[in-house]
């Protein structure tokens, strides 16, 4: 078990890392507008095939299998309902607009990171195989979501020091995930775990859908993004066949 556990905790590591040297690489490198727009079409990508060539294939072995299918639904509707709460809860508390847009991008990209957790400890129960898949897949994924997060925070007046840390803070939502993806399910009847495993891939096309993809076109964007968008899918789908 605790040898199951230590496996669970190095694989949510390696994406952790990849965000937090894709933060790094922001701070080193000047970013255009357009380098951002291609860096999220990147991500975006990567993160669709996660979900169109992993997670939805292994969970569509459900028994009986709409459970999982409606489970994807649901996964969606969850993030839009958090995303909304965490709306609410800035226009409450008075958030000005200078601080919403960091509070927005760490929200989201935490949001993120927690479905990759869930996603590995999840994928580690049902085959340790599958969850160092799913885990070296998320690292080209999280580079440039780094990339791009720190980035726009740059933008803003916020200091390098708060971006560092903030950067270094990514790691505690995919590792709690993680945690609880693993502890949660490694008893559950294997429905239920797939089901999980299905409802993570509907938040996670929500968060590409309604974070990434909005967030490549607010600014001067590239005719090459639906190049960058497929060369990510194949990116993985590289991972899932040679890996895999």
Known sequence: MLEGFTLVLVLACLPAAGNFLGGVAAEVFDVSERSLSLALHLAAGIVLAVVGLELMPEALTADPPWVPIAAFVGGGAAFVALERAIGYVQARTGASEESKGPLAIYSGVSIDLFSDGVMIGTGTVINPALGLLLALGQVPADFPEGFASVATLRRTEMTRRTRILMS????????????????????????????????????????????????????????????????????FALISVYVG
Request: no cysteine; net charge negative; proline share 6%.
């Open 168 to 235: 270094l803070s990514f790691a505690v939502p995919i590792i709690v995930g993680a945690t609880l993806g693993y502890f949660a399910l490694r008893d559950a009847p294997e429905v239920v775990t797939l089901s999980v495993l299905a409802a993570t891939g509907g938040a996670l096309t929500s968060v590409v859908v309604e974070e990434m993809l909005s967030e490549a076109h607010e600014g001067e964007t590239s005719p090459l993004g639906p190049i960058a968008l497929t060369a990510g899918f194949a990116v």
